[in-house]
């Protein structure tokens, strides 16, 4: 089998005026995660200059995010939480195509015509994340794959790992005891060699729409 091909991604942080060319995903998402960044990969250093010295702009919005997209890992699950569409929280979650995959857990009647998971009247948005991750992680091992992704930092930090404030979880029992359960499974899922990673909400394959880019 032949060496892999190398790939360059530019990287442009405009609070900072911060640029770079790094040789791995992760080190792009480790150099602009937080940030407003812009970024792109190239099968060149040199290409991944010149996109820089022009001024790191997006030619295409669209097609710049999908060209992102496509360097995120291939056997992920994605997950995200919504209430753009109106009707109330709503789970997506994907593979890194996008294509729904909440319906193989979920119960049926929960799952809508756009294959995300409708939450009961009040949930909120971060129940929503922690629900996705939930489902994520369920997913995940049920297909055999290792990489769970979402762009919510509590859930992924806190809550996924059975931190909780203490006062929130006496407010909102559900909250408290799905927390519990979405622990428990991140440990199975972790000691079988799972993982859960960050991924930018503008390039979430699962987000509904809602973030800006």
């Not at 995903?25 to 970024?39: E, K, N, Q, V």
């Not at 996924?160 to 929130?168: I, W």
């Amino acid at each position: 089998m032949g060496k892999k091909k190398p790939k360059y991604y530019a990287y442009f942080l405009p609070e900072s005026r911060t640029r770079g060319i790094v040789e791995s995903w992760d080190d792009c998402l480790a150099a602009t995660s937080g940030s407003s960044a812009r970024y792109r990969g190239f099968d060149s250093r040199g290409a991944a200059l010149e996109w820089l010295d022009a001024g790191a702009v997006y030619e295409d919005r669209k097609a710049a995010k999908t060209l992102a997209q496509a360097d995120l890992p291939e056997d992920a699950v994605f997950f995200d939480s919504g209430t753009g569409r109106g009707q109330g929280t709503e789970v997506n979650v994907t593979d890194r195509d996008g294509t729904p995959l909440a319906f193989m857990v979920a119960p049926s009647n929960r799952v809508t015509t756009f294959g995300t998971v409708l939450l009961s009247e009040g949930r909120t948005n971060n129940y929503g994340e922690l629900m996705g991750c939930y489902l994520a992680i369920k997913v995940a091992m049920k297909t055999g794959r290792r990489l769970v992704m979402g762009d919510s930092a509590l859930v992924l930090e806190y809550w996924s790992r059975g931190r909780v404030n203490r006062e929130a979880a006496g407010k909102d029992p559900d909250l408290a005891k799905l927390v519990k359960a979405t622990a428990e499974l991140r440990g199975s899922f972790e000691a079988a060699g799972g993982r859960l990673e960050h991924v930018p909400g503008g390039i979430n394959p699962a987000d509904l729409g809602f973030h800006r880019d």
